[in-house]
C-alpha cells in the first residue's frame, strides 16, 4: 500500500532554516498536487501550503514570504523550505497529496504520519 513519508523534522532556534520532505513509497508512485498542513498543540490543523500539479502554488498568510513548497518528480517528493523560523511555527507536520501511478491518476487524500518542528532557544 503506498505511503507518504514525512522527513525534515526537528529542534531548530529562532531565525533558523529547515526543509521538510514528503516521499511517496514506490518507485511508481509520485506526487500530483499537495499540500502541506500543521497542527499546534491545543490548535487545529492548518493549512499551509500548497502546490497544484501544474506547479501554482498558494501558501497562508502567516508563512507567506517565509516559507516556499516545491516539487521535485525525478525524486517523486514534495518540499517545504522554512526559512526564519518562529516559535509559532511549532507545530506537528503533515503532507497531503494526490498520487500518479506511473504517470497517471491514481487517487487523492493521501496523508503523512507527520514531522515535528520545535522552533525555541
Known amino acids: 500500500q503506498v505511503q507518504l513519508v514525512e522527513s525534515g523534522g526537528g529542534l531548530v532556534q529562532p531565525g533558523g532554516s529547515l526543509r521538510l520532505s514528503c516521499a511517496a513509497s514506490?518507485?511508481?508512485?509520485?506526487?500530483?498536487?499537495g499540500r502541506w498542513y500543521r497542527q499546534a498543540p491545543g490548535k487545529q490543523r492548518e493549512l499551509v501550503a500548497g502546490?497544484?500539479?501544474?506547479?501554482?502554488?498558494n501558501y497562508a498568510d502567516s508563512v507567506k514570504d517565509r516559507f516556499s513548497i516545491s516539487r521535485d518528480n525525478t525524486k517523486n517528493t514534495m518540499y517545504l523550505q522554512m526559512n526564519s523560523l518562529k516559535p509559532e511555527d511549532t507545530a506537528i507536520y503533515y503532507c497531503y497529496a494526490d498520487l500518479l501511478r506511473n504517470g497517471l491518476y491514481y487517487g487523492t487524500g493521501y496523508w503523512g504520519k507527520g514531522t515535528l518542528v520545535t522552533v525555541s532557544s
Open positions: 502546490i497544484t500539479g501544474g506547479g501554482s502554488t
Open positions: 514506490g518507485s511508481i508512485f509520485s506526487i500530483n498536487a
